[in-house]
C-alpha cells in the first residue's frame, strides 16, 4: 500500500476511523473485530478521539490494539475545551488509560476553540517532551487557521473533511499542504452515512466508473481520494465486507479517463468555499 510520512512514521495511506464506535455495549466485540481485521491487512492507522462515544472508541481501540500496539499508528483527539495548557495534558492522560498505552502516536485539536493555540501547542510540545505523544496537529483548521498554527508550531497534519462531493478543499487548502509538506487527512471519504452518503454513492457518474472496475461505487469514492497526492482517507468500517472491500480499494488504479469522468461528475472547485465540516 502507498504511504506518507507522518512526523517521523512511515503510515499507510488508507486507516481506519472510530467514530460511532464505543456508544453500544452489544456492538463492542464487532468494533473491536474490526479493528483487528484492519491491523491483519496492514490498516494500521486507526483514528479515534476523546469526544466519540465519550472516550468509548478509545477503550474499542484500547482492547483491539492489545498485544499489537506495535503494529498501530494511534490517532487520537482532544476537545477544544480541554486545550487549556493543563486541560490537554490532562486529557491525554486519559485517553492513554483508555487507549491502554503509554504513547499517542499523533495527537490532534479537534477542531479550535476559545483557548489561544499557542497554549495548546506548548501542552503538545510538553507531552513530547515526555514522551506520552509522538507528533502532534490540528483537524478543521482552514487556510486562515493553518498559517496562524505555523506561526506557534509545526502541525503534523491537518484532518478535514473530504470526498467526491465536498472539494473545497482542492482550491486552496490542499495545495497550499502539500507545497508545505504537510500530509492532510480526509475524513469522512464515504460522506459518513445517511441522505448524502446515499446521494454520493448513487450517483450515475460514480456507478459508471465503478462498473468499469467490476468494483462498488464506494470503492472508486475511496480509490478516489487515496489517489490524490499527500491525502490519508480514513473511513470507518465495521461490517468485515466494507473493510475488505475498502483495502482493496487501495489497490485499485484509476486511469486519466477515469479521473476525468469523476470530475465531470463532481467538479472540482473554481473559487474558494469555507471549510466543510461535519
Ligand atoms: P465514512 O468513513 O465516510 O463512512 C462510514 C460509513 O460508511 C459507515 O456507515 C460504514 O458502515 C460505511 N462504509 C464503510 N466502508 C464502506 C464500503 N466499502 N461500502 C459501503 N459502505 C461503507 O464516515 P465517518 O465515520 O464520518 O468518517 C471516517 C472517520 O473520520 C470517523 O470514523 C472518524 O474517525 C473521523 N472523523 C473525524 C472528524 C473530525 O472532525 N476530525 C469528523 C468526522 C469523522 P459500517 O460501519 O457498517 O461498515
Known amino acids: 500500500m502507498k504511504t506518507l510520512q507522518m512526523g517521523e512514521r512511515e503510515v499507510p495511506v488508507l486507516g481506519q476511523g472510530t467514530w460511532n464506535m464505543g456508544e453500544q455495549a452489544s456492538r463492542r466485540q464487532h468494533e473491536v473485530r474490526a479493528l483487528q481485521l484492519g491491523l491483519d491487512q496492514g490498516v494500521t492507522l486507526i483514528d479515534t478521539a476523546e469526544m466519540y462515544g465519550e472516550g468509548g472508541a478509545e477503550e474499542v481501540v484500547g482492547e483491539a490494539i492489545s498485544g499489537r500496539r506495535d503494529e498501530a499508528f494511534i490517532v487520537s483527539k482532544v476537545y477544544p475545551h480541554n486545550a487549556s495548557f493543563e486541560g490537554a495534558q490532562q486529557a491525554c492522560e486519559r485517553s492513554l488509560r483508555r487507549l491502554k498505552t503509554d504513547c499517542i502516536d499523533l495527537y490532534l485539536l479537534h477542531w479550535q476553540g476559545h483557548h489561544p493555540l499557542a497554549e495548546t501547542f506548548d501542552a503538545f ?5 515526555a514522551g506520552k505523544i509522538k507528533a502532534y496537529g490540528v483537524s478543521n483548521f482552514d487556510l486562515e487557521n493553518m498559517e496562524e498554527a505555523l506561526t506557534y508550531g509545526a502541525p503534523a497534519t491537518n484532518q478535514v473533511l473530504y ?3 465536498k472539494r473545497g478543499i482542492e482550491f486552496d487548502l490542499l495545495p497550499w499542504a502539500r507545497e508545505r509538506q504537510i500530509p492532510v487527512m480526509a475524513y469522512s471519504p464515504l460522506e459518513t452515512s445517511g441522505r448524502e452518503q446515499a446521494v454520493l454513492l448513487n450517483h ?5 466508473v465503478a462498473d468499469a472496475h467490476n468494483v462498488t461505487p464506494a470503492q472508486i469514492a475511496l480509490a478516489w481520494v487515496l489517489h490524490q497526492d499527500g491525502v490519508i482517507a480514513i473511513p470507518k468500517a465495521v461490517d468485515p465486507v466494507h473493510l475488505r472491500a475498502n483495502r482493496a480499494a487501495a489497490d485499485i488504479v484509476l486511469s486519466s479517463d ?3 469522468a469523476l470530475d ?4 472540482p472547485p473554481r473559487r474558494r468555499r469555507p471549510l466543510d465540516m461535519r
Open 125 to 129: 510540545e510538553t507531552l513530547k517532551q
Open 264 to 267: 465531470r461528475a463532481f467538479p
Open 204 to 208: 450515475p457518474g460514480l456507478k459508471a
Open 163 to 165: 470526498n467526491l462531493s
Open 258 to 260: 477515469d479521473l476525468a
